[in-house]
Nanobody, 120 residues
């Protein structure tokens, strides 16, 4: 089992910045994919940014140049730096891992979600 705990959401004015964190714990043999998704009220969950092992990083067009994903392996922590925030970035943000466990199975894990609200 893997647990993902997010933090860093909040209320910010348009043009401001926030940094989300996602701390992973548990049994991980390897990480196949990791990233951030978001879900706005009345909308489907959408990919914000994803990192696939051996394939690089993919950002949604709507956040390119404003959001940056990073990872501190020593702390088992993934970050999402969000700059130049817009009202349309308002959503619940979820971190996501697809990991290979020690049984050889690939399993999806999600964080609990953290609310980001951008006021215009």
């Amino acid at each position: 089992q893997v647990q993902l705990v997010e933090s860093g959401g909040g209320l910010v004015q348009a043009g401001g910045s926030l940094r989300l964190s996602c701390v992973a714990s548990g049994s991980i043999y390897s990480i196949n994919r990791m990233g951030w998704y978001r879900q706005a009220p009345g909308k489907q969950r959408e990919l914000v940014v994803g990192i696939t092992s051996g394939r690089g990083t993919n950002y949604a067009d709507s956040v390119k140049g404003r959001f940056t994903i990073s990872r501190d392996s020593a702390k088992n922590t993934m970050y999402l730096q969000m700059n130049s925030l817009k009202s349309e970035d308002t959503a619940v943000y979820y971190c996501y891992y697809n990991v290979r466990d020690y049984s050889g199975d690939y399993v999806d894990y999600w964080g609990q979600g953290t609310q980001v609200t951008v006021s215009s």
